[in-house]
């Protein structure tokens, strides 16, 4: 970068992949989520025993993916990741609030599932760029010192 260049210069073409790819996975996954969610069902007999790992799990993954395009776009800034959490459980509780226009049962444990799978999915991410982090600090020392050698 000469001293000419704006800061902000577009992001090299890896980058723009690396978060358009992020971004549609976690668009394409929130949207298949919310419709499997507000199809009218009706299930036989008693409700589905594994339904609060289906939610936990679910929203698990949506934070997941949010967190990791939000790392791509803005990296190494984690209070992001509250962000992400903060929208993912505010999405969960008006997901549960919705499910009951289209004959659905609204269950504020199910808000409760959603709300613990998305705290799994940020604490993963930041053990994960944690690791990240020390294993590019430890890289970035090697380099160096072979370079300066």
């Not at 289906?54 to 395009?69: E, N, P, W």
């Amino acid at each position: 970068m000469s001293t000419f260049d704006p800061p902000y210069a577009k992001p090299a073409h890896a980058f723009r992949s690396r978060l358009f790819l992020l971004s549609l996975v976690a668009g394409a996954w929130w949207t298949l989520q919310f419709i499997a969610t507000h199809v009218p069902i009706a299930l036989p007999g008693a409700a589905n025993s594994l339904d609060k790992y289906q939610h936990s799990s679910a929203f698990c993954v949506l934070t997941i993916l949010l967190c990791s395009a939000y790392e791509t776009w803005r990296p190494r800034r984690e209070w992001g990741y509250f962000g992400v959490f903060l929208l993912v459980i505010a999405y969960g509780g008006l997901d549960e609030w919705t499910q009951s226009f289209v004959g659905r049962h609204s269950d504020v444990l199910d808000w409760f599932a959603d709300f613990g799978g998305s705290a799994c999915g940020v604490g993963l991410m930041f053990f994960v760029a944690a690791f990240w982090r020390r294993s590019a600090a430890a890289s970035d020392a090697a380099s160096a010192a072979v370079s300066t050698r």
